[in-house]
């Protein structure tokens, strides 16, 4: 039995894509809820995702795949391979939006990571929200002509690049001590055509 539904109702649908002249849609997810068992299809955000799939199954676990310089076949990597990293909208195809909390981005990978081998992905000349968390977004942009669907967990392991290569540190002060604020603000290309970005977006698609 194959099941499809459409999980936005709890969440803030986006008003803008990072990049100008792409369609926003809803990320589309396909896994198994149970080991074994057959495949489903949600659409909305990696938190309601995960929240809909532990309603069903508690116990819920995807295996993951360590994708460290130790962590891959041979044969894995030459079949996946990040490309370019773009910092601060610098990429190919530009980008709207600003710097936001490294921590907090980092949190939503993990989300990512923990769907394991199970797919994430959305149509093509689209981009599609991830994750959100106060503002924090996780996009995915394919710039493939078609729909496009990759393993969650890579795409988690994509987002950890663009916060691990573009952070920066801004030293704030109150009154009474200062600290430095890790922020972030990239995207990480996979030469399969489409890319993971990290923004703050506007304030009106706030999550």
Same mark, same amino acid.
Do not use: F, H, K
């Given at each position: 039995m194959f099941s499809d539904f459409l999980l936005t109702i709890p969440r803030t649908i986006p008003r803008s894509a990072p990049?100008?002249?792409?369609?926003?849609?809803?990320?589309?997810?396909?896994?198994a809820v149970f080991p074994g068992g057959d495949n489903m299809t949600f659409h909305g955000e990696v938190e309601v995702i995960l929240d809909e799939i532990l309603k069903l199954n508690l116990n819920f676990t995807a295996p993951t795949q360590d994708y460290g310089k130790e962590g891959l076949a041979r044969r894995d990597l030459e079949a996946r391979h990040p490309t370019r990293l773009a910092c601060d909208g610098g990429g190919p195809n530009g980008s709207q939006g600003r710097r936001t909390g490294a921590n907090v981005a980092?949190?939503? #990978? $993990?989300?990512?990571?923990?769907?394991?081998?199970t797919a994430c992905g959305g149509p093509g000349r689209s981009c599609v929200r991830m994750g959100?968390?106060?503002?924090?977004?996780?996009?995915l942009c394919n710039d493939n002509d078609q729909h496009y669907d990759d393993r969650c967990d890579w795409t988690g392991y994509l987002a950890e690049l663009a916060i691990s290569g573009?952070?920066?540190?801004?030293?704030?002060?109150?009154?009474?001590?200062?600290w430095t604020r890790w922020e972030v603000m990239? #995207? $990480?290309?996979?030469?399969?055509n489409y890319n993971v970005m990290i923004t703050h977006g506007p304030d009106d698609n706030r999550c």
């Open positions: 990049i100008e002249g792409y369609a926003i849609a809803p990320m589309s997810w396909t896994g980092w949190a939503e #990978a $993990q989300r990512l990571r923990g769907l394991g081998g959100c968390t106060s503002g924090t977004e996780i996009w573009c952070q920066r540190g801004v030293n704030m002060c109150n009154e009474v001590t200062c990239g #995207a $990480q290309y996979d030469v399969r």
